[in-house]
């Protein structure tokens, strides 16, 4: 199965900081995107977030090398960076989150289009917030999942590139 020219399959996916910050869930959202299953998107929050915590528990991801992570997905991915605009956080105004701080990440998702949240805090995304949205919040388990049973050869495609030697 291939989504090339099949739009209603191709997923937006907005990948939370959480899911940024590991190099595995990263490397695998990044070779799906690669084998054009999905579209992934991320905000200059989000990476500046994920990799603020990649300079704070990782030893020697100093900041050369967190410019270094920064320039390479948006060069790799040129139309993955979104900014969200004051019309993307006016429409969640009336949004109840647990955690304010996380606003920017369902704005983010919006002014990407998004069709996915990807995220491990799926708590802070209540399914209202969600519906508001537009979106679907998934872990990175539930969307691997739904992507290597609806695209099997792309993801074997995507794990081979992401284990080869």
Not at 63 to 75: F, G, K, P, S, Y
Not at 91 to 103: I, M, T
Request: proline fraction near 4%; charge should be negative.
């Amino acid at each position: 199965m291939t989504a090339i020219g099949d739009a209603d399959l191709i997923r937006v996916v907005l990948a939370d900081a959480n899911v940024l910050y590991s190099r595995v869930l990263r490397d695998y959202l990044l070779y799906a995107a690669d084998q054009e299953i999905i579209t992934v998107a991320w905000s200059p929050a989000i990476l500046a977030e994920a990799v603020e915590h990649l300079r704070l528990n990782v030893a020697h991801f100093d900041h050369a090398a967190a410019q270094r992570l920064v320039t390479a997905m948006n060069r790799a991915f040129p139309f993955a960076e979104i900014e969200p605009s004051d019309e993307d956080f006016r429409a969640l105004a009336d949004v109840w989150l647990p955690d304010e701080d996380d606003r920017h990440v369902l704005a983010a998702a919006v002014a990407a289009e998004a069709t996915v949240l990807c995220t491990w805090n799926v708590k802070d995304f209540p399914a209202d917030a969600a519906a508001v949205a537009g979106i679907e919040i998934l872990t990175p388990d539930e969307l691997f999942c739904r992507l290597v049973a609806e695209y099997e050869t792309q993801m074997i495609a995507a794990h081979r590139t992401a284990v080869r030697p």
